[in-house]
């Protein structure tokens, strides 16, 4: 097998973050495994992809010129001749099932996004037949997969996109007396609902632990951000992108993803991993994996005065984090192993094989 994992792009973060883990998986069950990506971006993903032993070949395009992608993706197929064609995100999955239907190359279809434009949710709902595999990684993206393409049961499996590692750095106990770190991973745009959790910090309650702040990400809302904690007297240090966001996480006593949209998001999973509770939107995967009052709390997308409770309620009991984060730890460790993760993967590939 020789497949061509199309990707579309190679940004630090989102889908192209667990690549590595995924080809490790591939290539352990025999497999050829290339990347090729449709646009740069910031090729933070490169490097990590490269030190894994995989070959990414990288386009020189933009995001909105698909007839260019689509020759581009084209001429490389024919060229390189795959014997599966993998797609990530939208716009690889549609380029790659005109290519595939047009060189004779079955696909698999990875669908990571729990939000989809109109118009590329007609598109992909019309063009589902064209993918012979459709694979979402996790619970939400799965259900929403057969829900919204009505790509049907015997086309539809479930991969995890996260694999947790015991051997991730933990976070160290909070301690009476030194500030409560409060920290989240995400870049910098609206569906990461940065806003709402400056204005719950704004009206969090007298009384509590001393808070440090802080988000590592970047994006264009930076500014906007930045003016919005200003006004509102809220601390907050936007950090910028990490290059190390386990050790980022294991300086934090909380994390916070206040999301709009989701998918899996692996930043709050990680957080888990470094024994932290989490406070999470429910939206996505995290409401499956967050649980009130075992391993974090969970509020509605956009509802900042919900926040601010939840926020309170750990923060009133600050010397409970640590257990909070030790229960979060233990669950993600069980539900996202290694061996989970490898045993659905190569289950994905023996059915490749029938293709």
Known sequence: MRIAYVINSVEGGGAALPVPSIAEVLRGCGAEVRIYALTRRDGRAIPPMEAAGLEVIVRDGGEKDHLAALGWLDER????????????????????????????????????????????????????????????????????????????????????????????????????????????????????????????????????PALQVVIAGEGAERDNLQQRAD???????????????????????????????????????????????????????????????????????????ALATALAELLAHSDRLAILGTQARSDVLDRFSSDRFREAGSAIVERMRRF
Request: aromatic share 6%; glycine share 10%; proline share 9%.
């Open 77 to 208: 197929m024919a060229q390189d001749r795959p014997t599966h064609i993998w797609t990530s995100l939208t716009r690889a999955t549609l380029l790659g099932q005109m290519v595939g239907l047009r060189r004779r190359i079955p696909v698999v279809s990875w669908q990571h996004a729990a939000y989809l434009k109109p118009a590329n949710r007609r598109l992909l709902r019309l063009l589902q037949p064209l993918s012979r595999l459709w694979v979402g990684d996790s619970d939400a993206v799965t259900k929403l997969t057969a829900e919204r393409l009505k790509v049907p049961p015997g086309r539809l499996v479930q991969w995890p996109i996260f694999r947790a590692d015991p051997a991730a750095p933990t976070a160290r106990g909070w301690n009476p007396g030194e500030p409560v770190r409060i920290g989240s991973l995400g870049r910098l745009h609206p569906v990461k609902g940065y806003d709402v959790l400056i204005d719950a910090l704004a009206q969090l309650p007298g009384g509590l």
């Open 231 to 305: 006004a509102a007297g809220v601390a907050i240090n936007f950090a910028g992108y990490s290059a190390n966001p386990r050790d980022f996480l294991a300086g934090l006593h909380l994390y916070v993803q206040p999301s709009r949209s989701e998918g899996l998001c692996v930043g709050a999973h990680e957080a888990m991993q470094a024994g932290l509770p989490v406070i999470a939107s429910t939206v996505g995967q995290l409401p499956y994996s967050v649980t009130a009052g075992r391993n974090g709390l969970t509020v509605p997308p956009g509802d900042a005065a």
